[in-house]
């Protein structure tokens, strides 16, 4: 697999829209350009910085996150670019910010989206020079920083908002990263759930669990507003309650069970129309979702006729010679 070849083992994820991902932190990883990841909440944007700075000339230099959206306000100047000693009530003493605590290596701005208006016009000076002064000081400092900034915020509204600038948008996104979502990418969950089995079961020193086939049908009809994070949530949690050695439907929590229940019950109804399958913003990849989208409703008409193919074949208005060839297809 790329991610293996390439030595960032640590991403899991096998589908086309990752192996986009590992292409992209691959091509980035030995320039200083600037990289601006985007993705829902727990798609895994952190992990992407972390192995671009690992996998790049910066790598035995400091890596140096920033979480703009959980520093107060009037803390944020000091954080990022420090202070000099008597620059407001409370600086005792003169403090480096991250900026130059990352000298050499890689800054993180995490959650840029929340970055107040008034330090954007600061921040956007050093994406361009490099350089900045400490608050309350008057010395320039420069330094050899790479910068990458994530958010799982739409930025372009927040320009029509008037929230957040253009001019320090185009700056951050020279290349731009898209981490799709887990519900569109259906076919990374097994894998994902493996990796975790193997990492929370080692950890409590508990035999592997293994995972009943109608829970991973269930899993696949969830909508996992939570990403890797929520999956990684439920097998830790799993790791601890199962009894047996077999992850059963019984064993999962009822909001994940109604939700893909939901979505099997909702399917035969004229609600689904093309209409209700929205583009995200990042885009997709048309034909593994469409790919996708088809294996999940042979899914599910396997599951609603008791895996009685012909039934199942009717269910999708095809014959069941279609259908077999179908079901060939995805069992490659
Ligand atoms: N592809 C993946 N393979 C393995 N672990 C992953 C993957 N994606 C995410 N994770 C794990 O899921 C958790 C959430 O990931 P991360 O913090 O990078 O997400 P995020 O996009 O930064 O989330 P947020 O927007 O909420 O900050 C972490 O524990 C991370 O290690
Ligand atoms: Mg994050």
Redesign the pocket.
Known sequence: MLNELKGFK????ESPQ?LKVYNLIDRVADSDSTVLIR??????????ARTIHNSSPRASKPFVPVNCGAIPKDLIESELFGHEKGAFTGAISTRAGRFELANGGTIFL??IGELHPSLQVKLLRVVQEREFERVGGCKTISVDVRILA?T?RNLETSIAEGTFREDLFYRLSVIPIY?PSLKNRLN?IEV?MN?FIEKYCKKKGRPMMEIASDVKECLCCYSWPG???EL?NLVERLSILVEGDTITIDDLPDHLKSDSLKSVTTLPSTKLTPESVTLPIEGIDLHSFINEIELSLINQALKTSAGVKSKAASLLGLNRTTFIEKLKKFSH
């Open positions: 640590q991403i899991i994820g990752m993705g829902d909440s727990g798609t895994g944007k952190e992990l992407v995490d959650e994530a799982n981490v990374d994902l990796y990403n890797v994070r990684e």
